[in-house]
């Protein structure tokens, strides 16, 4: 992906590779699974790119991508719906009438879809067009949050509304498992690189206060135990949210949130470990920077290691991490990273 973008930075027209890219979206030619990949890179590049597309090609691309989002009862799989419509919501940036970003903010809320209407109200935040004023925007999409993440986060124990809720494989199709997985896939896909969003501005601040606002992992540590699947979600959410340091420390919002995180991991993590060490690993790779940014952040200048208890140890008590974590957990960090699968 990353390698697609440099591409498309060099290119002089994008119209072709965007028209593809969509079209591919219509069709059957392609799973599921590729539809994701597909849909995330025409997002990205419409992000990146998207003064360069003609009025003829965006407003092609627009229907495509509304038609889409129109058929939310479909057979589409949920990492395509959230894709699609940070897609849209980055192309209405470049509308002629920037007031269509504020229609376009509520149009799919009689869907009454997750995976469709956060990361939709989320990308229009996010556009990097601000010649309207957001304000009420923002308010909106932070109460709908604390709202939707009270009600339905995808933790059993604690959700106010535990209404059926989809697991990785609903019918063949992939389908988000609540609002948490919701909003973990679009702020990894969509608020991890920079282009898209720096870690301390204030939608990130907003973001993370709306999930401490919602009080779900404060809530989830006062459980006397957890089930297997909670404490999957648990260290799913926190393995692919960015979690970035700007200037050597964490947003106050940020450091509450994986604070809290790293408390529920510390209590339940012995209850658990045996079937989800991997989780557990992958939670603490990325909440101690030692994942390259998720993955995305190699270049010429990166050297690979492999992680060591050296590194590991160094990590745990990198400056941006104090407060955050207690000395207790630094420890059992180290015995979860190294212990044998």
């Known amino acids: 992906m990353e390698n697609l973008l440099l591409l498309v ?14 079209s591919l979206l219509e069709g059957q030619k392609i799973d599921g ?8 890179c025409l997002a990205l590049i419409i992000r990146f790119k998207g003064k360069a597309i003609s009025s003829a090609i965006s407003a092609t691309v627009y229907k495509t991508l509304t038609d889409i989002l129109n058929e939310s009862h479909s057979s589409t799989n949920d990492r395509v719906f959230c894709n699609c419509a940070t897609a849209l919501a980055f192309l209405s940036a470049y509308a002629s ?15 009454n879809y997750d995976a469709i209407i956060l990361p939709l109200k989320f990308a229009i935040l996010t556009n990097g067009n601000d010649s309207i004023n957001k304000a009420n925007l923002v308010a909106n999409f932070q109460s709908l949050l604390v709202d939707r993440l009270t009600d339905s986060a995808g933790f059993e124990e604690i959700d106010d509304d535990p209404s059926p809720i989809g697991g990785e494989e609903e019918d063949d199709v992939f389908r988000f498992k609540g609002v948490a997985e919701t909003l973990a896939f679009m702020l990894d896909k969509f608020a991890r690189r920079s ?6 501005t204030n939608y990130m601040r907003m973001v993370y206060g ?5 009080m779900i992992f404060k809530k989830l540590k006062q459980e006397d135990s957890i089930s297997q699947s909670s404490f999957k979600l648990l260290c799913h959410f926190a393995a692919i949210i960015p979690i970035k340091p700007k200037n050597g420390s964490l947003t106050a919002e940020c450091a509450e949130t994986v604070k809290d995180i790293l408390e529920c991991i510390q209590k339940f993590y012995l209850d658990h470990l045996g079937a989800s060490l991997q989780d557990a690993q992958d939670a603490l790779t990325n909440i101690l920077q030692l994942n390259y940014d998720n993955y995305i952040g190699f270049g010429d200048k990166v ?10 140890k160094a990590a745990l008590d990198a400056a941006f991490l104090q407060g955050v974590i207690s000395d207790d957990m ?12």
Do not use: G
């Open 33 to 40: 699974d590729q539809k994701a990949t597909v849909s995330e």
């Open 210 to 214: 709306a999930v401490n606002q919602s």
């Open 303 to 312: 050297q690979i290691e492999a992680i060591s208890k050296p590194i590991a």
């Open 195 to 200: 282009m898209c969003q720096e870690a301390d």
């Open 97 to 111: 009438d920037a007031s269509q970003m504020q229609a376009l903010f509520s149009h799919f809320d009689d869907n």
């Open 9 to 22: 930075a060099q290119l002089p027209r994008i119209d072709p590779i965007v028209k593809d890219l969509a």
């Open 330 to 341: 630094k420890l059992y960090s180290v015995d979860i990273l190294f212990k044998k699968k």
